[in-house]
Protein backbone atom coordinates (compact mmCIF):
# COMPACT_ATOMS: atom_id res chain seq x y z
CA UNK A 1 0.00 0.00 0.00
CA UNK A 2 1.17 3.53 -0.56
CA UNK A 3 3.06 5.36 2.18
CA UNK A 4 0.47 8.56 1.94
CA UNK A 5 -2.54 6.22 1.75
CA UNK A 6 -1.37 4.50 4.92
CA UNK A 7 -1.11 7.85 6.71
CA UNK A 8 -4.05 8.58 5.77
CA UNK A 9 -5.55 5.69 6.66
CA UNK A 10 -4.52 5.74 9.97
CA UNK A 11 -5.04 9.12 10.92
CA UNK A 12 -8.93 9.10 9.39
CA UNK A 13 -8.65 6.23 12.54
CA UNK A 14 -7.68 7.71 15.11
CA UNK A 15 -9.44 10.53 14.18
CA UNK A 16 -12.94 8.55 14.43
CA UNK A 17 -11.81 7.46 17.75
CA UNK A 18 -11.19 10.10 19.31
CA UNK A 19 -14.77 11.38 18.06
CA UNK A 20 -16.32 8.78 19.60
CA UNK A 21 -14.67 8.92 22.35
CA UNK A 22 -15.02 12.87 23.17
CA UNK A 23 -18.70 12.53 21.58
CA UNK A 24 -19.51 10.53 24.17
CA UNK A 25 -18.49 12.27 26.64
CA UNK A 26 -20.13 15.31 25.54
CA UNK A 27 -23.78 13.91 25.57
CA UNK A 28 -23.17 12.28 28.59
CA UNK A 29 -22.23 15.74 30.08
CA UNK A 30 -25.27 17.57 28.15
CA UNK A 31 -27.59 15.33 29.99
CA UNK A 32 -25.47 15.75 33.43
CA UNK A 33 -25.90 19.67 32.75
CA UNK A 34 -29.51 19.46 31.78
CA UNK A 35 -29.89 17.50 35.10
CA UNK A 36 -28.23 20.50 36.71
CA UNK A 37 -29.64 23.06 35.07
CA UNK A 38 -33.25 21.63 36.10
CA UNK A 39 -31.86 21.36 40.09
CA UNK A 40 -30.92 24.91 39.98
CA UNK A 41 -34.05 26.05 38.43
CA UNK A 42 -35.64 24.16 41.41
CA UNK A 43 -33.05 25.73 43.77
CA UNK A 44 -33.78 29.55 42.42
CA UNK A 45 -37.37 28.97 42.57
CA UNK A 46 -37.32 27.45 46.33
CA UNK A 47 -33.96 28.11 48.10
CA UNK A 48 -35.24 26.64 51.20
CA UNK A 49 -35.90 23.56 48.94
CA UNK A 50 -32.36 23.90 47.54
CA UNK A 51 -30.38 24.30 51.05
CA UNK A 52 -32.39 21.54 52.33
CA UNK A 53 -30.89 19.44 49.46
CA UNK A 54 -27.53 20.67 49.83
CA UNK A 55 -27.25 20.01 53.18
CA UNK A 56 -28.80 16.63 52.72
CA UNK A 57 -26.12 15.45 50.57
CA UNK A 58 -23.45 16.11 52.95
CA UNK A 59 -24.94 14.35 55.77
CA UNK A 60 -24.52 11.22 53.59
CA UNK A 61 -21.21 12.17 52.69
CA UNK A 62 -20.12 12.14 56.41
CA UNK A 63 -21.93 8.97 57.18
CA UNK A 64 -20.47 7.66 53.88
CA UNK A 65 -16.80 8.86 55.45
CA UNK A 66 -18.34 7.28 59.00
CA UNK A 67 -19.09 3.38 56.87
CA UNK A 68 -15.52 3.96 55.18
CA UNK A 69 -14.22 3.72 58.87
CA UNK A 70 -13.04 7.51 57.91
CA UNK A 71 -14.69 9.12 60.68
CA UNK A 72 -15.34 7.61 64.30
CA UNK A 73 -19.01 8.02 65.51
CA UNK A 74 -18.26 10.70 67.79
CA UNK A 75 -16.56 12.99 64.55
CA UNK A 76 -19.75 12.06 62.91
CA UNK A 77 -21.67 13.47 65.71
CA UNK A 78 -20.16 16.38 65.77
CA UNK A 79 -20.39 16.84 62.12
CA UNK A 80 -23.99 16.59 61.94
CA UNK A 81 -24.23 18.99 64.87
CA UNK A 82 -22.31 21.55 62.61
CA UNK A 83 -24.16 21.01 60.01
CA UNK A 84 -28.02 21.41 61.59
CA UNK A 85 -26.21 24.90 63.30
CA UNK A 86 -25.51 26.38 60.19
CA UNK A 87 -28.70 25.44 58.19
CA UNK A 88 -30.43 27.21 60.80
CA UNK A 89 -28.55 30.26 60.41
CA UNK A 90 -28.70 30.10 56.23
CA UNK A 91 -32.58 30.05 56.94
CA UNK A 92 -32.63 33.08 59.22
CA UNK A 93 -30.91 35.20 56.45
CA UNK A 94 -33.11 33.82 53.14
CA UNK A 95 -33.33 36.58 51.04
CA UNK A 96 -36.51 38.33 50.39
CA UNK A 97 -38.69 36.77 47.54
CA UNK A 98 -37.32 39.80 44.70
CA UNK A 99 -33.80 38.77 45.21
CA UNK A 100 -35.10 35.04 44.87
CA UNK A 101 -36.84 35.90 41.98
CA UNK A 102 -33.34 37.72 40.67
CA UNK A 103 -31.69 34.51 41.20
CA UNK A 104 -33.65 32.48 39.33
CA UNK A 105 -33.62 34.76 36.52
CA UNK A 106 -29.66 34.03 35.87
CA UNK A 107 -31.28 30.36 34.82
CA UNK A 108 -32.35 32.02 31.25
CA UNK A 109 -34.28 29.83 29.00
CA UNK A 110 -31.76 29.73 26.52
CA UNK A 111 -29.27 28.23 28.63
CA UNK A 112 -31.48 25.55 29.22
CA UNK A 113 -32.83 24.61 25.91
CA UNK A 114 -29.13 24.11 25.28
CA UNK A 115 -28.33 21.83 27.65
CA UNK A 116 -31.90 19.83 26.57
CA UNK A 117 -29.91 19.65 22.96
CA UNK A 118 -27.03 17.75 23.45
CA UNK A 119 -26.98 16.94 19.55
CA UNK A 120 -26.04 19.94 19.15
CA UNK A 121 -22.95 20.16 20.90
CA UNK A 122 -22.14 16.59 19.46
CA UNK A 123 -23.03 17.12 15.55
CA UNK A 124 -20.92 20.61 15.80
CA UNK A 125 -17.37 18.96 17.59
CA UNK A 126 -17.68 15.79 14.84
CA UNK A 127 -17.47 18.68 11.97
CA UNK A 128 -15.41 21.13 13.40
CA UNK A 129 -12.95 19.24 15.10
CA UNK A 130 -11.59 17.37 11.62
CA UNK A 131 -11.55 20.45 9.67
CA UNK A 132 -10.05 22.58 12.12
CA UNK A 133 -7.50 19.39 11.66
CA UNK A 134 -7.44 19.84 8.12
CA UNK A 135 -6.69 23.65 8.04
CA UNK A 136 -4.08 23.31 10.77
CA UNK A 137 -2.27 20.71 9.08
CA UNK A 138 -2.32 23.01 5.96
CA UNK A 139 -0.89 25.53 7.50
CA UNK A 140 1.43 24.18 10.14
CA UNK A 141 2.08 20.74 8.50
CA UNK A 142 3.21 19.28 4.75
CA UNK A 143 1.04 18.43 2.71
CA UNK A 144 3.60 18.00 -0.25
CA UNK A 145 5.07 14.71 1.79
CA UNK A 146 1.18 12.78 1.31
CA UNK A 147 1.93 13.22 -2.20
CA UNK A 148 3.75 9.44 -3.78
CA UNK A 149 5.81 11.29 -6.79
CA UNK A 150 7.19 14.25 -4.02
CA UNK A 151 8.09 11.67 -1.56
CA UNK A 152 10.09 9.44 -3.84
CA UNK A 153 12.04 12.73 -4.90
CA UNK A 154 12.84 13.44 -1.71
CA UNK A 155 13.89 10.40 -0.90
CA UNK A 156 16.08 10.48 -4.06
CA UNK A 157 16.93 14.36 -3.02
CA UNK A 158 18.04 13.02 0.72
CA UNK A 159 19.89 10.30 0.25
CA UNK A 160 23.05 12.36 -1.35
CA UNK A 161 23.86 14.12 2.25
CA UNK A 162 26.61 16.88 0.93
CA UNK A 163 29.88 17.27 3.46
CA UNK A 164 28.38 20.81 3.80
CA UNK A 165 25.45 19.71 5.38
CA UNK A 166 27.47 16.96 7.27
CA UNK A 167 29.48 19.56 8.23
CA UNK A 168 26.57 21.78 9.52
CA UNK A 169 25.20 18.58 11.40
CA UNK A 170 28.60 18.18 13.23
CA UNK A 171 28.83 21.82 14.04
CA UNK A 172 25.21 21.93 15.23
CA UNK A 173 25.88 19.08 17.37
CA UNK A 174 28.97 20.34 18.60
CA UNK A 175 27.55 23.42 20.30
CA UNK A 176 24.74 21.66 21.76
CA UNK A 177 27.02 19.27 23.23
CA UNK A 178 29.06 21.74 25.32
CA UNK A 179 25.59 23.14 26.71
CA UNK A 180 24.53 19.76 27.81
CA UNK A 181 27.33 17.65 27.62
CA UNK A 182 26.09 14.12 29.23
CA UNK A 183 24.09 13.58 26.30
CA UNK A 184 25.83 10.15 25.72
CA UNK A 185 23.13 9.74 21.82
CA UNK A 186 24.39 13.68 20.90
CA UNK A 187 28.36 12.22 21.17
CA UNK A 188 27.71 8.72 19.86
CA UNK A 189 26.02 10.48 16.99
CA UNK A 190 28.70 13.30 16.49
CA UNK A 191 31.38 10.58 16.56
CA UNK A 192 29.73 8.65 13.51
CA UNK A 193 29.96 12.27 12.07
CA UNK A 194 33.09 12.95 12.01
CA UNK A 195 33.94 9.26 11.43
CA UNK A 196 32.29 9.62 8.01
CA UNK A 197 33.47 12.74 7.45
CA UNK A 198 36.92 11.11 7.74
CA UNK A 199 37.65 13.31 10.33
CA UNK A 200 39.04 10.36 12.64
CA UNK A 201 40.63 12.30 15.62
CA UNK A 202 37.73 14.11 16.26
CA UNK A 203 35.70 11.20 15.83
CA UNK A 204 38.07 9.10 18.43
CA UNK A 205 37.70 12.29 20.88
CA UNK A 206 33.83 12.17 20.77
CA UNK A 207 33.68 8.52 21.43
CA UNK A 208 35.88 8.56 24.29
CA UNK A 209 33.48 11.34 25.94
CA UNK A 210 30.77 8.96 24.73
CA UNK A 211 32.38 5.65 26.61
CA UNK A 212 33.03 7.81 29.96
CA UNK A 213 29.43 7.69 30.03
CA UNK A 214 28.12 4.39 29.00
CA UNK A 215 30.37 1.27 29.45
CA UNK A 216 28.53 -0.20 25.91
CA UNK A 217 30.62 -2.56 23.94
CA UNK A 218 29.15 -2.18 20.82
CA UNK A 219 30.45 1.23 20.86
CA UNK A 220 33.70 0.44 22.04
CA UNK A 221 34.00 -1.91 19.19
CA UNK A 222 33.30 1.27 16.76
CA UNK A 223 35.79 3.03 18.70
CA UNK A 224 38.70 0.61 17.62
CA UNK A 225 37.64 0.48 13.88
CA UNK A 226 38.07 4.41 14.16
CA UNK A 227 41.45 3.97 15.66
CA UNK A 228 42.65 1.36 13.30
CA UNK A 229 41.09 4.24 10.66
CA UNK A 230 43.49 6.40 12.49
CA UNK A 231 46.43 4.10 11.83
CA UNK A 232 45.74 3.51 7.92
CA UNK A 233 43.85 0.36 8.92
CA UNK A 234 46.78 -1.26 11.21
CA UNK A 235 44.86 -2.73 14.29
CA UNK A 236 48.08 -3.53 16.63
CA UNK A 237 48.05 -1.89 19.85
CA UNK A 238 44.46 -0.47 20.94
CA UNK A 239 42.03 -1.16 18.80
CA UNK A 240 43.19 -5.40 19.30
CA UNK A 241 43.27 -4.65 22.68
CA UNK A 242 40.11 -3.31 22.62
CA UNK A 243 38.58 -6.46 20.83
CA UNK A 244 40.18 -8.91 23.24
CA UNK A 245 38.95 -6.96 25.96
CA UNK A 246 35.30 -7.40 24.68
CA UNK A 247 35.82 -10.96 23.89
CA UNK A 248 37.11 -11.83 27.07
CA UNK A 249 34.04 -10.04 28.87
CA UNK A 250 31.63 -11.98 25.96
CA UNK A 251 32.86 -14.54 24.00
CA UNK A 252 29.79 -14.07 21.65
CA UNK A 253 30.08 -10.86 20.92
CA UNK A 254 29.11 -10.69 17.32
CA UNK A 255 30.33 -7.15 16.47
CA UNK A 256 33.65 -8.24 18.40
CA UNK A 257 33.66 -11.11 16.41
CA UNK A 258 33.47 -9.63 12.99
CA UNK A 259 35.63 -6.72 13.66
CA UNK A 260 37.99 -9.96 14.79
CA UNK A 261 37.87 -11.57 11.48
CA UNK A 262 38.15 -8.22 9.37
CA UNK A 263 41.25 -7.09 11.54
CA UNK A 264 42.93 -10.55 11.29
CA UNK A 265 42.08 -10.54 7.51
CA UNK A 266 43.78 -7.27 6.99
CA UNK A 267 46.67 -8.54 8.42
CA UNK A 268 46.87 -11.31 5.95
CA UNK A 269 46.17 -13.78 8.95
CA UNK A 270 43.76 -15.69 7.23
CA UNK A 271 43.26 -18.47 9.46
CA UNK A 272 42.61 -16.44 12.60
CA UNK A 273 39.96 -14.57 10.39
CA UNK A 274 38.35 -17.68 9.31
CA UNK A 275 37.83 -18.35 13.37
CA UNK A 276 36.64 -15.03 13.93
CA UNK A 277 34.24 -15.71 11.07
CA UNK A 278 33.18 -19.14 11.79
CA UNK A 279 32.38 -18.36 15.32
CA UNK A 280 30.66 -14.99 14.30
CA UNK A 281 28.16 -17.31 12.22
CA UNK A 282 26.90 -19.52 14.77
CA UNK A 283 26.23 -16.47 16.46
CA UNK A 284 24.78 -14.43 13.85
CA UNK A 285 20.98 -15.37 13.04
CA UNK A 286 20.49 -17.31 9.87
CA UNK A 287 17.97 -15.15 8.37
CA UNK A 288 19.83 -11.72 9.00
CA UNK A 289 21.11 -9.24 6.42
CA UNK A 290 24.63 -10.00 7.35
CA UNK A 291 24.68 -13.37 7.23
CA UNK A 292 25.34 -14.00 3.55
CA UNK A 293 28.12 -11.28 3.29
CA UNK A 294 29.48 -13.48 6.10
CA UNK A 295 29.16 -16.58 4.10
CA UNK A 296 30.87 -14.85 1.36
CA UNK A 297 33.66 -14.09 3.30
CA UNK A 298 34.17 -16.92 4.73
CA UNK A 299 34.20 -19.23 1.26
CA UNK A 300 37.00 -17.01 0.17
CA UNK A 301 39.06 -16.72 2.86
CA UNK A 302 39.02 -20.28 2.68
CA UNK A 303 39.61 -20.41 -1.03
CA UNK A 304 42.85 -18.20 0.12
CA UNK A 305 43.89 -20.73 2.04
CA UNK A 306 43.27 -23.61 -0.44
CA UNK A 307 40.70 -24.82 1.93
CA UNK A 308 37.12 -26.86 0.37
CA UNK A 309 34.08 -24.74 0.46
CA UNK A 310 32.37 -24.78 4.03
CA UNK A 311 30.67 -27.98 4.72
CA UNK A 312 27.36 -27.67 6.33
CA UNK A 313 27.29 -26.25 9.53
CA UNK A 314 25.86 -29.17 11.54
CA UNK A 315 28.99 -31.10 10.26
CA UNK A 316 31.21 -28.87 10.89
CA UNK A 317 30.34 -28.20 14.57
CA UNK A 318 30.56 -32.11 14.64
CA UNK A 319 34.02 -32.35 13.68
CA UNK A 320 35.43 -29.04 15.75
CA UNK A 321 36.34 -28.52 19.52
CA UNK A 322 36.29 -25.56 21.26
CA UNK A 323 37.41 -23.57 24.31
CA UNK A 324 39.35 -21.08 26.09
CA UNK A 325 42.96 -21.14 27.50
CA UNK A 326 43.89 -18.88 30.40
CA UNK A 327 46.67 -18.80 32.57
CA UNK A 328 46.28 -17.75 37.08
CA UNK A 329 47.74 -15.19 38.37
CA UNK A 330 50.33 -17.04 40.23
CA UNK A 331 51.96 -17.96 37.23
CA UNK A 332 51.48 -14.35 35.32
CA UNK A 333 54.92 -12.90 36.81
CA UNK A 334 56.78 -16.27 35.02
CA UNK A 335 54.64 -15.31 31.70
CA UNK A 336 56.10 -12.23 28.92
CA UNK A 337 53.11 -10.65 26.58
CA UNK A 338 55.52 -11.96 23.75
CA UNK A 339 55.92 -15.83 24.66
CA UNK A 340 54.45 -18.22 22.17
CA UNK A 341 50.96 -20.08 23.02
CA UNK A 342 50.41 -23.51 21.15
CA UNK A 343 47.13 -24.60 21.01
CA UNK A 344 46.78 -28.02 19.99
CA UNK A 345 45.18 -31.68 19.14
CA UNK A 346 46.90 -34.76 19.18
CA UNK A 347 45.51 -38.43 19.04
CA UNK A 348 45.19 -39.69 22.03
CA UNK A 349 47.84 -42.57 21.25
CA UNK A 350 50.73 -43.51 18.51
CA UNK A 351 51.65 -40.21 16.44
CA UNK A 352 52.54 -37.21 18.43
CA UNK A 353 52.23 -34.88 15.47
CA UNK A 354 49.26 -32.33 15.73
CA UNK A 355 46.07 -33.21 14.09
CA UNK A 356 45.17 -29.32 14.43
CA UNK A 357 47.36 -26.28 15.64
CA UNK A 358 46.62 -22.92 16.86
CA UNK A 359 49.79 -20.30 17.84
CA UNK A 360 49.20 -17.15 19.44
CA UNK A 361 50.95 -15.07 22.12
CA UNK A 362 50.37 -14.81 26.00
CA UNK A 363 49.20 -11.00 25.87
CA UNK A 364 46.13 -12.53 23.82
CA UNK A 365 44.86 -14.46 27.13
CA UNK A 366 42.30 -15.45 28.35
CA UNK A 367 42.24 -16.68 24.52
CA UNK A 368 39.45 -18.53 22.62
CA UNK A 369 40.21 -21.47 20.33
CA UNK A 370 38.72 -23.57 17.75
CA UNK A 371 40.45 -26.34 16.26
CA UNK A 372 39.19 -27.86 13.09
CA UNK A 373 40.75 -28.99 10.05
CA UNK A 374 40.78 -25.61 8.86
CA UNK A 375 43.65 -25.51 11.20
CA UNK A 376 45.58 -28.95 10.44
CA UNK A 377 49.19 -29.01 10.05
CA UNK A 378 49.22 -31.34 6.63
CA UNK A 379 46.66 -32.39 4.34
CA UNK A 380 46.95 -35.77 5.28
CA UNK A 381 46.10 -35.95 8.67
CA UNK A 382 42.90 -33.51 10.07
CA UNK A 383 41.43 -33.37 12.72
CA UNK A 384 38.02 -34.70 11.61
CA UNK A 385 39.24 -38.29 10.95
CA UNK A 386 39.52 -39.00 14.70
CA UNK A 387 36.42 -39.38 17.00
CA UNK A 388 38.79 -38.24 19.87
CA UNK A 389 42.13 -36.60 21.17
CA UNK A 390 44.19 -35.09 23.48
CA UNK A 391 43.79 -31.03 23.80
CA UNK A 392 47.07 -29.44 24.62
CA UNK A 393 48.39 -26.33 25.50
CA UNK A 394 51.88 -24.94 26.04
CA UNK A 395 53.49 -21.73 27.07
CA UNK A 396 57.17 -21.35 25.44
CA UNK A 397 59.35 -18.37 25.85
CA UNK A 398 61.95 -19.30 22.87
CA UNK A 399 58.73 -20.04 20.60
CA UNK A 400 60.14 -23.65 19.81
CA UNK A 401 58.08 -26.41 18.39
CA UNK A 402 59.91 -28.83 21.14
CA UNK A 403 59.41 -28.63 24.35
CA UNK A 404 62.16 -26.53 26.46
CA UNK A 405 63.01 -26.33 30.14
CA UNK A 406 60.65 -23.81 32.07
CA UNK A 407 57.71 -23.99 29.59
CA UNK A 408 54.32 -23.80 31.06
CA UNK A 409 51.01 -26.10 29.70
CA UNK A 410 48.34 -28.34 30.75
CA UNK A 411 47.08 -31.43 28.73
CA UNK A 412 43.38 -32.67 28.63
CA UNK A 413 42.27 -36.28 27.16
CA UNK A 414 40.59 -37.80 25.90
CA UNK A 415 38.25 -35.28 24.78
CA UNK A 416 35.68 -36.20 22.11
CA UNK A 417 35.73 -34.77 18.79
CA UNK A 418 32.09 -31.89 18.95
CA UNK A 419 33.14 -30.89 22.39
CA UNK A 420 32.73 -27.18 23.55
CA UNK A 421 33.53 -25.33 26.14
CA UNK A 422 36.74 -26.40 27.01
CA UNK A 423 38.41 -24.64 29.97
CA UNK A 424 42.36 -24.94 30.11
CA UNK A 425 43.81 -23.30 32.81
CA UNK A 426 47.37 -23.36 32.86
CA UNK A 427 48.51 -24.11 36.37
CA UNK A 428 52.17 -25.60 36.12
CA UNK A 429 55.23 -26.20 34.53
CA UNK A 430 55.45 -29.00 31.88
CA UNK A 431 56.93 -32.20 33.47
Known amino acids: MNPALSFLLCALALVAIVLVVLGTSIWRGSKLG ?5 QAQIR ?3 PVQANAAVYRDQIRDLEKEYLLGNATSQELQIAKDELARRMLEDLGEMQDPLAQKDQASLVTKPQAQAW ?8 SFVFLVPIAAMLMYASLGQPLALDPENLQFQAQEGSDITPEKMAEMATALTRRLQDQPNQVDGWVMLARIQRARE ?6 EAFKKALALS ?7 EHAEVLAQ ?3 GNFSGQPWAIIQRVLTADPQHLNALLLAGSASYAEMNYRSALRFWERAREVIEPNSLEAPELDQAIAQTREKMGLPASPSRSNAMANRITGRVSLIKELADKVAPTDTVFIFATPVSGSRMPLAIIKTTADKLPYDFVLDDSTAMSSGAKLSSMSEVTVKVRISKGGQAAVQPGDLGVSLTPVKLGSSGLNLMVREPLQ
Not at 116 to 123: E, I, K, L, S, Y
Request: proline share 3%; hydrophobic share 40%; no cysteine.
Open 34 to 38: AQEAH
Open 44 to 46: ADD
Open 116 to 123: RAPWVGVM
Open 199 to 204: YFDESD
Open 215 to 221: KDDNLAI
Open 230 to 232: KNQ
